[in-house]
């Protein structure tokens, strides 16, 4: 499967962005999808991931209640709203895929990749 995120800019503190990634070439609901981020000089950081059915949805402490991941599989989207965002949302955001049955916060989990969008988030 192949993944396109989109999405990213410059926002205010306190504002909201929603990301989107389309995933082409596969199959979507057999995926499990999640998004993570890595900001300047730091590491790749789990973000949120929902089930192929959207019935279970995880969160990293840092975005829970700000953060809701949603998909739409007839549209092969799966979509990131962020909400009151902060200074230290600012990172590069990918989406990923995995067929699941493994830790859901690990990047090595996950078997394809976006290509990234940044969210820059100005105080």
């Known amino acids: 499967v192949q993944l396109q995120a989109s999405g990213g800019g410059l926002v205010q503190a306190g504002g909201s962005l929603r990301l989107s990634c389309v995933a082409s070439?596969?199959?979507?609901?057999?995926?499990?999808m999640g998004w993570f981020r890595q900001a300047p000089g730091k590491e790749r950081e789990f973000g949120a991931a929902?089930?192929?059915?959207?019935?279970?949805?995880f969160y990293a402490d840092p975005v829970k209640g700000r953060f809701t991941i949603s998909r739409d599989n007839a549209k092969n989207t799966v979509y990131l709203q962020m909400n009151s965002l902060k200074p230290e949302d600012t990172a590069v955001y990918y989406c990923a895929a995995t067929t699941g049955g493994r830790e859901l916060r690990h990047g090595a989990s996950y078997d394809y990749w976006g290509q990234g969008t940044l969210v820059t988030v100005s105080s």
């Open positions: 929902i089930s192929w059915g959207s019935r279970h949805t």
């Open positions: 070439r596969g199959t979507f609901s057999d995926y499990t």
